[in-house]
């Protein structure tokens, strides 16, 4: 027993001392502040819960704090903080903070771990800076966690961090480097509001219970939320990202916005689940691809430079209508529909046309996508959009045929008469001309009309009745055609039928 109890008076001694040391001083980044061994604040941390704060104010601290070696799985007291610098490795993982923590302004030149440690009051570390790596990982923050405008330099680690205070603080917050919280689970309202990320930012299979703001964020890398569950509303409003951005399999129960966000890198929300999303005036540099997404209200009032991907995307409402006056689909850009499901979609042809798109081009694919929003057109009243609509099919079928074919020309025909069906007033108008410029010539070759009655030259009236006769295929006429004459009658009466046809065919389009 003499032993132990000698060397515990040795360890008890010395930490005295070394607690009363004389401070010296240093000058960092042209400040002059007391130097202090780390000694001296582990012996503080070490007071009892009644014991007074730890409150330091613009000191510097010299040597390596290792809670587990150090004696410290609990502390008791509040720790405030500001304007310190730890010249050392700072690491309290596994400890138990059971009151306040208060960083303000602090800088770590090494390392700073709070691996599994847990709070159960609020903690603060704001406008600090973290010169190497941070690592929270697995911690639990049971009060708020107060991270504002802090710099992370190096790799930031909340892999499996838990925040269930009130509050969650990041806005301002600059990560210099990789910043990693998958999977970490906020079930506090959080902010990352005009946060940036000059790293990878990993929020896979992140899950947020609360409202949350991602408004101002800035993207320099990829920003990865695969399989992340967002229970509330989401803001992304006016942020950007140069990198790629994937919400693959994300799930958004709330309402997500992403108004004024820039995409300058592909967008992808591939299988991902919307309550209601809304990107007015947002910017897709390149590729956005929701394809097999699904959700009950979207609305793309937004512009996209490439293409847009909604391939076999679910969704009681698409809205795709512009924003402002510029047109949502760049000159060359691409819009996949194939195999949508949609209980309505608002879009204007304009905005469509010409940019329909599948993966082979072929009309096969794309027949069913223009039926679709054929039928849209219709049911929302929309008649010109959907004539335009139809036109762009039947261009389609007509361009996927050679020359060769029989079916080449008769389309060709059909779009020159009645542009598909679509323009029935311009059959009528072939039809006018045609009996009016075959009366013309029946009049200018008038001896080779011969009369039933046996006048000798008609007049111009009737000639133009001869062709309107002739037309409409009606013999009982009081004049007829001979010679070469007979030819143009031939000529005009096959006309006739063709031409009825056609008509017949525009009015049976517009019926079905």
């Not at 069906?421 to 059959?427: C, H, K, S």
């Amino acid at each position: 027993m003499l032993p132990k109890f000698f060397f515990a008076a040795l360890l008890f001694l010395s930490t005295a001392l070394s607690a009363q040391t004389p401070a010296a001083d240093t000058t960092i980044a042209g400040q002059t502040l007391s130097l202090l061994p780390i000694e001296t604040l582990i012996a503080q941390l070490q007071r009892p819960a009644n014991g007074p704060a730890v409150v330091h104010r613009q000191v510097a601290f010299r040597g390596r704090l290792f809670a587990p070696t150090s004696g410290l799985d609990t502390l008791r007291v509040p720790l405030d903080l500001e304007e310190v610098y730890f010249l050392d490795e700072v690491s309290f993982s596994q400890v138990a903070f059971l009151a306040p923590v208060r960083l303000e302004r602090a800088h770590f030149a090494g390392g700073l771990s709070f691996a599994e440690a847990r709070f159960t009051d609020d903690f603060s570390v704001r406008a600090s800076h973290i010169a190497k790596h941070a690592t929270f990982q697995k911690t639990r923050f049971f009060g708020d966690a107060d991270l504002t405008a802090s710099r992370f330099a190096g790799v930031a680690s909340f892999v499996g961090a838990h925040f269930a205070g009130q509050r969650a603080h990041f806005a301002q917050t600059q990560f210099d480097n990789a910043a990693y919280f998958e999977p970490a689970a906020f079930a506090a309202p959080a902010s990352f509001t005009d946060a940036a990320f000059a790293g990878i930012a990993s929020f896979k299979e992140t899950t947020w219970a609360q409202p949350l703001s991602f408004a101002g964020v800035r993207f320099a890398d990829r920003a990865l939320f695969w399989d992340a569950r967002f229970a509330e509303e989401v803001s992304f409003d006016s942020g950007r990202a140069d990198g790629e951005v994937a919400f693959d399999r994300a799930r958004f129960s709330g309402e997500a916005s992403f108004a004024d966000f820039t995409f300058a890198r592909e967008a992808r929300f591939r299988s991902a689940t919307f309550g209601q999303a809304y990107f007015d005036g947002a910017y897709f540099r390149q590729e956005a691809d929701f394809s097999e997404s699904e959700g009950r209200a979207i609305r793309l009032s937004a512009f996209f430079n490439r293409s847009l991907d909604l391939s076999r995307a679910a969704f009681a409402l698409i809205d795709l209508r512009a924003a402002e006056a510029d047109s949502t689909f760049a000159a060359n850009s691409r819009l996949y529909l194939h195999q949508p499901r949609f209980g309505r979609i608002q879009v204007r042809w304009p905005q469509l046309a010409g940019h329909l798109a599948t993966a082979d081009s072929t009309h096969a694919a794309l027949d069913p996508t223009y039926a679709a929003l054929y039928h849209q057109f219709l049911v929302q009243g929309l008649n010109g959009d959907a004539a335009s609509c139809h036109a762009e099919r039947m261009d389609h079928r007509r361009l996927a045929r050679a020359w060769n074919e029989p079916a080449r020309w008769g389309l060709e025909l059909w779009r020159l008469s009645a542009d598909y069906g679509t323009a029935p007033q311009r059959i009528i108008a072939f039809m006018l001309a045609i009996i009016f410029l075959c009366g013309l010539a029946y009049r200018t070759a008038s001896g080779s009309m011969r009369s039933t009655s046996g006048a000798d030259q008609p007049t111009l009236a009737d000639c133009i009745v001869f062709s309107l006769y002739t037309f409409i295929h009606i013999n009982s006429r009081a004049w007829d055609a001979t010679g070469k004459l007979k030819l143009l009658a031939v000529t005009e009466a096959l006309l006739g039928w063709v031409s009825f046809g056609l008509l017949i065919a525009a009015a049976l389009a517009h019926v079905l």
